[in-house]
């Protein structure tokens, strides 16, 4: 296009081109900290540690994880541990950042048995998310920072923390799955 004399289309799908190539990149990562630190599952934002309504029992703290079109969209598995429980749950599509997306989106529900108990987590589609893709079986063995899907264009990531867990992040710090230590199971775990 660009040779013919058509610069403003070439600009525009050069653009896309570089947008989409940036969206799905999948870098390599190490999980940070030892077997007892839990690590993000997904690069983004942490918006908010809260106490929900909606926790599993034994982990009444809710990190949520805001993934902005920018970010990088491929999650990971927090923990090692065993693919003990999965669901899909069919939802509205409202923006990610909302706290309400947490039960009224569209979501993967992960549970994990690890060594140390277990560890669930939401993948959550968001207002432009439009697929959300979850790899593992049921009884797949997970490492810590395994690659167990995506969901592509802006969403969040939900994940529930042990009530024994020292919390390592903070409100608004900057996160990459699989890599960033996000907590430490307790010496009772």
Same mark, same amino acid.
């Given at each position: 296009?660009? /040779?013919?004399?058509?610069?403003?289309?070439?600009?525009?799908?050069?653009?896309?081109?570089?947008?989409?190539?940036?969206?799905?990149?999948?870098?390599?990562?190490?999980?940070?900290?030892?077997?007892?630190?839990?690590?993000?599952?997904?690069?983004?934002?942490?918006?908010?540690?809260?106490?929900?309504?909606?926790?599993?029992?034994?982990?009444?703290?809710?990190?949520?994880?805001?993934?902005?079109?920018?970010?990088?969209?491929?999650?990971?598995?927090?923990?090692?541990?065993?693919?003990?429980?999965?669901?899909?749950?069919?939802?509205?599509?409202?923006?990610?950042f909302a706290d309400k997306?947490?039960?009224?989106?569209?979501?993967?529900?992960?549970? /994990?048995?690890?060594?140390?108990g277990q560890v669930t987590?939401?993948?959550?589609?968001?207002?432009?998310?439009?697929?959300?893709?979850?790899?593992?079986?049921?009884?797949?063995?997970?490492?810590?920072?395994?690659?167990?899907?995506?969901?592509?264009?802006?969403?969040?990531?939900?994940?529930?923390l042990p009530d024994d867990?020292?919390?390592?992040?903070?409100?608004?710090?900057? /996160?990459?799955?699989?890599?960033?230590?996000?907590?430490?199971?307790?010496?009772?775990?």
């Amino acid at each position: 296009m660009a /040779l013919a004399g058509r610069w403003p289309a070439a600009a525009f799908f050069y653009a896309v081109t570089a947008f989409l190539l940036q969206f799905f990149r999948d870098p390599e990562r190490t999980p940070e900290g030892g077997s007892d630190t839990l690590v993000s599952p997904a690069d983004g934002t942490v918006l908010s540690i809260t106490e929900p309504p909606e926790a599993p029992a034994g982990a009444r703290r809710r990190l949520s994880i805001f993934m902005s079109v920018f970010n990088c969209h491929v999650n990971r598995s927090p923990v090692d541990g065993r693919l003990s429980d999965y669901a899909y749950v069919r939802g509205r599509k409202e923006a990610a950042f909302a706290d309400k997306a947490s039960i009224e989106n569209e979501q993967n529900r992960i549970t /994990l048995a690890s060594p140390k108990g277990q560890v669930t987590f939401k993948q959550i589609a968001g207002a432009l998310a439009r697929r959300i893709v979850f790899y593992p079986r049921m009884g797949d063995e997970l490492r810590r920072g395994q690659r167990i899907g995506l969901i592509k264009f802006g969403s969040r990531v939900d994940l529930f923390l042990p009530d024994d867990a020292e919390v390592l992040v903070a409100r608004g710090d900057k /996160l990459k799955a699989g890599q960033s230590a996000i907590a430490r199971w307790g010496p009772a775990s």
